[in-house]
C-alpha cells in the first residue's frame, strides 16, 4: 500500500518543501471520517427524492442507486471476493492482500522514436 506518509514525501519532492502536517492529519482522518459521516448521513436522513410537486417514481430512484453503486461496489466486492478466495489465515490473507507486488520493468534497448519526436517537436516550440 502506497500511504499517506509516503504520498506526504512525494507532495514534498513535488513542491519542494514539506507541507503543514496539518495536511497529512487531513488525508489520514478528517477525511475519510468526513466522508463516512456524509455517506451514513445521507441514509440516517434520506427522503424521497421531489423536484417542487413532482414526486419521482421508485424505479427511478432505484436506477439511481444502481447507477452509484455500480462503479462504488467494485473495490469492497473485489476485497471480499479476495479474502473469501484467498488460501490461508485471515491474517495471512489480509497481509498478503496489503503488500504491493513490485515487479521492476525491463529495460528498452532502443528509445521509442514517436516519443522522441515529440520531445525535439515540444523543444522545438519552446
Given amino acids: 500500500v502506497f500511504g499517506a506518509k ?9 513542491i519542494g518543501y514539506r507541507v503543514s502536517w ?5 488525508w489520514v482522518f478528517l477525511a475519510p471520517a468526513f466522508m463516512v459521516f ?5 441514509f440516517v436522513r434520506y ?4 423536484m417542487g ?16 453503486l455500480s462503479s462504488m461496489l467494485w473495490v469492497p466486492g473485489y476485497a471480499i471476493y479476495y479474502l473469501l478466495s484467498t488460501k ?7 497481509r498478503q492482500g496489503v503488500t ?6 525491463a529495460r528498452q534497448s532502443k528509445p521509442r522514436r514517436k516519443l522522441v519526436s515529440l520531445i525535439n517537436m515540444w523543444e522545438m516550440w519552446n
Fill in 6 to 14: 509516503k504520498f506526504y514525501l512525494c507532495i514534498e519532492e513535488m
Fill in 22 to 26: 496539518y495536511w497529512y492529519i487531513c
Fill in 38 to 42: 456524509i455517506f451514513v448521513f445521507y
Fill in 47 to 50: 427522503s424521497p427524492i421531489t
Fill in 53 to 68: 410537486d413532482y414526486h419521482y417514481p421508485a424505479w427511478g430512484e432505484v436506477l439511481g442507486f444502481a447507477i452509484s
Fill in 88 to 94: 490461508g489465515s485471515w491474517s495471512e490473507v489480509l
Fill in 100 to 105: 504491493p507486488v513490485i515487479k521492476p520493468r
